[in-house]
């Protein structure tokens, strides 16, 4: 394989579940993916600069970053807050960001937690291991190449 032409499996991610409070964030490299940490979406330039600092820490080539879609494939209203977000981090990093789609990433956070029911202060703690499932889905889509 040459050094050109990088495989998936070379490059190492990061993983995001934006939301407009918390942002969940998770690396993965080689198709293994282990949640990070999570970080406040409140401010949408501060975010990014976390989520910067945190690829160049990790040496991060893209962002993989969950999009909400309907059981219909069909965009939401949060589908373009996640998308106009995407846009800010790509200009301002110089790195592309990736979508998949998140669909129940969060429930199924919850559910590898062994939560029964949704609060807050559990839903805060999700949020880095909602990053990781979206990150884990990405890996398994056919012939994925960035």
Known sequence: MSKKKQTLADKSYLGIDYG????GIALGKN???TPLK??????DNTAISQLIRVA??????????GL???????ETAQSLKNRK????????SKKPVIF??????????FQSMTIQK?????????????AAIILRRFFQEPSKEV
């Open 20 to 23: 407009t409070t918390n942002i």
């Open 31 to 33: 198709g293994f993916v």
């Open 38 to 43: 999570i970080i406040s979406g409140k401010s």
């Open 56 to 65: 160049l820490e990790n040496k991060a080539e893209a962002f993989v970053m």
């Open 68 to 74: 909400p879609l309907t059981a219909e494939g069909k």
């Open 85 to 92: 977000f995407a846009k800010l981090l790509k200009i301002l």
């Open 100 to 109: 998949t789609n998140e669909e129940d990433s969060t429930q199924e956070a």
């Open 118 to 130: 949704s609060t807050r202060k559990s839903k805060a703690y999700s949020d880095d291991i909602a």
